[in-house]
């Protein structure tokens, strides 16, 4: 009898995930966007297919020193300061600086993530005079003229985390790029639920332009790398915890022992997604993916409800940008390099003309979630 | 006998004693001080470029000096700026209406939403802080609503003149605060709509029963409150080059404190605008100066607090000597 009902579920469940893969091939995912894909080769190199190279298109300064070797001041102008996330770009540009021993670090910026606040920020430091500056955009237009001004005095000017508009800085460091995304998300579904399971997604909504490039990603990596895998729908949550935790409840409801894991599009329906599965006591039996910062995630990882949490590390990315401006200042890094030496992080390749990828996303599990607090 | 013959010898002048007089005094010290510990403060370059970040609180910080003078106070002004910074960016890039007219437009805009707080506040007695409080949400949320969180770029080059650009070297908003703070001192202490200021400030009812039209006149200050932001968020728009709704959050409480930091009471009656235009810089420069000299962010916060403290201080030790 017992066998029977299992031979019967696994049937359906190639019949389901058949149609449904036909299906695929056919139809975008629902939220994915119209736009060009371009997944990650399947192994762990995670090459991208060759893109054409974009010329750089980043600005210069004029007459900067030339600081080779020498030690620089720079300083770091994040959107704002007192926040877990920031401390933790900044612990990674101090650690660099150690490491380097000719950069001293300051990092100095508004207590509120405020454009005009940051715009007087950097400008005193213009007046004060330093050899560098490292921001994060509270708006890429708005923070343009000062960083122009910046480089007209001749200040090396890179970016991470938020861009300015490409000219008014040399490089920036791109924490994550949209097919990095996917293919971490995939990639982590695919080991805890295994390569024929089937998976749902909550996301904002279909349009919101970040959520919808993520999706489409790995629908792409998806159909590459794991074949096997069937989804099953995605649900639109806004960015509202509640719906969230409602709309995920729904999807375990409906689906039952079909659905095997689930994958959290945004900060809040990630952990809304894990509370949904601890609540529903599927824990262990429904995996949950998402990008979420590892505060909300912690509780869930503790208790073994939630195995990997997908996001770039900060620490990492204030080690990178910090090496940049070094390699900047020291002439090493220049327009039309195709790769730049980042210490412990090793080489990190420009994409996009003047970015520089960060590398793949940094997956947080129970065992290294505790070294981050944001 | 000889004592009071002592004191009469030592009286200190009477110009010496006003808290503006005090005011500018300290700024110069101040001035002194930042300049021996940073060589690059007291720089042409440097004071040329803090007139041009200070512009837009200046701007709002004349009006509010007329308001609160009044005995009023206008809270909405940081949200106007947004609904303007809104407007203007709107009207251009989704009405298609031409740039200048959007200008004028956003300008009207401002006017307009002054002239709503002053007509309730006249009209249907509301206090000013109960008002301007509920406009400041309610205009901040207009602009949220409008703008849907997304903001306006790619303003043509002649645009950024007003925020970016210099005349003779000086920054070209500078000019435009000149000639309006000549035109405010003017306006406050030349002209009888000035005196009336005072006079509705010093004793409301007393004013009434002269036959001032205590209505008008508060109306009037309103409305200017409301298009100096509209001014505000114009110059604002034009030097960081893009239209945003959060533009401005927070203006109320820097241009407050930089009127009531130069001397005008905030229980209305006295003030001036001399002692506001100091005020402003003493904020601006104490900012920039104790940044310069590496001072950081949150603990500049924290020693503008304390000097506003102190101002306040030493107006109440002087008015009480006064009496």
Known sequence: MKASLLTTTTAAMFALSFAAGAANAASKWDGADDLPTSPLACDA??????????????????????????????????????????????????DAAKELGNVKVTTDGPTEAKIDEQIKFIDNYITRGVDGVMFAANDPVAIAPVLKKALSKGIHVVGYDANSTPDAREWFVNQAEFNGIGKSMV???????????????????????????????????????????????????????????????????????????????????????????????????????????????????????????????????????????????????????????????????????????????????????????? | MSLAIETKTFRVPRWLKRHETLLAIILLIALVGLGLLNDRFL????????????????????????????????????????????????????????LPLAIVFSLFVGALAGFINGLVITRV?????????????????????????????????????????????????????LVLIVIAGIVLDRTTFGRALYAIGANETAARFSALSVDRVKLIVYTLSGFASGLAAWVLVSRVTTTRMDMGIGYELDVIAAVVLGGTSIFGGSGTIWGTVIGLVMIQLLKNGLALTGVKGDATIVVIGIALILSVLIASSLQRRRD
């Open chain 1, 187 to 374: 990639d982590s579904m695919a080991k805890e639920i295994g390569e024929d399971g089937s998976f749902a997604i909550v996301t904002s909504t279909f349009t919101t332009p970040n959520q919808a490039r993520w999706i489409a990603e790995m629908q792409a990596y998806a159909e590459k790398c794991h074949p096997k895998m069937t989804w099953l729908e995605t649900v639109e949550a806004q960015e509202d915890n509640n719906l969230s935790f409602n709309q995920a409840t729904t999807l375990i409801n409906k689906y039952g022992d079909k659905l095997k894991g689930l994958f959290g599009m945004t900060s809040v329906a990630t952990p809304a997604s894990a509370e949904a599965v601890t609540k529903a006591g599927q824990c262990g039996k429904i995996a949950v993916v998402g990008l979420a910062t590892p505060n909300a995630m912690k509780p869930y990882l503790k208790t073994d409800c939630v195995k990997s949490v997908v996001l770039w590390n900060p620490i990492d990315l204030g080690y990178a940008a910090t090496y940049v401006l070094r390699a900047v200042a020291d002439g090493k890094l220049k327009p039309g390099a195709a790769s730049v030496d980042a210490g412990k992080l090793g080489k990190l390749n420009v994409v996009n003309g003047s970015e520089i990828l960060l590398g793949p996303p940094f997956i947080y599990t129970k065992e290294n979630i505790d070294k981050f607090d944001f």
């Open chain 2, 125 to 177: 007695k509301v206090p000013p802080l109960i008002m301007t409080i509920a406009t400041l949400a309610l205009y901040r949320g207009l602009a949220e609503g409008i703008s849907q969180a997304h903001s306006v770029r790619g303003y043509p080059e002649w645009f950024y003149f007003l925020g970016q650009g210099d005349v003779f070297g000086v920054p070209t908003q500078l000019l435009l605060l």
């Open chain 1, 45 to 94: 190199s995670g090459a991208a297919a060759p893109a054409a190279a974009k010329p750089y298109d980043g600005g210069q300064p004029t007459n900067a020193p030339d600081k080779s070797g020498k030690e620089i001041t720079v300083v770091d102008v994040p959107k704002l300061i007192g926040i877990g996330y920031f401390n933790a770009t900044s612990k990674g540009m101090q």
């Open chain 2, 43 to 98: 720089t042409l370059d440097n004071l040329l470029n803090q007139g041009r970040l200070m512009t837009e609180i200046g701007l709002i910080a004349l009006p509010m000096t007329f308001v609160i003078i009044t005995g009023g106070i206008d809270l909405s002004v940081g949200a106007i700026v947004g609904l303007c910074a809104i407007m203007l960016g709107y009207s251009w890039k989704t009405f298609g209406f031409p």
